[in-house]
């Protein structure tokens, strides 16, 4: 069964327009193609407790910000991130000038 969503790119801050669960680990934002099933995203990151995490004896993650196969990841729903946007690097990401 699928369930939907209010997700935001832990990165950048961008809500996705189809977000879907369960989150494959290979999803990435729509807008800056940041890992999105990471720690930062997940609604159990907690900076400073064990492996930065709320849940005990969960995998040690080297980098918060890329994908990883934990088992215990949930999104965060609540997510929301400032964002300053350059346009002019978008447009030159997005049409590769």
């Keep these: 069964m699928t369930e939907k969503l209010s997700l935001c790119c832990s990165k950048c801050g961008h809500e996705q327009s189809e977000p879907i669960l369960p989150l494959s680990y290979r999803a990435l934002c729509e807008m800056c193609d940041a890992h999105l099933h990471c720690c930062k995203g997940c609604s159990h990151y907690a900076p400073g407790r ?8 969960t995998e040690p993650i080297s980098d918060r910000e890329m994908r990883n196969l934990c088992d215990a990841f949930s999104p965060a729903s609540n997510l929301r ?13 997005l049409f590769k000038e």
């Design 50 to 57: 064990p492996n930065d995490c709320e849940v005990p004896e």
């Design 81 to 93: 991130i400032p964002v300053k946007v350059d346009i002019e690097a978008l447009a030159r990401r």
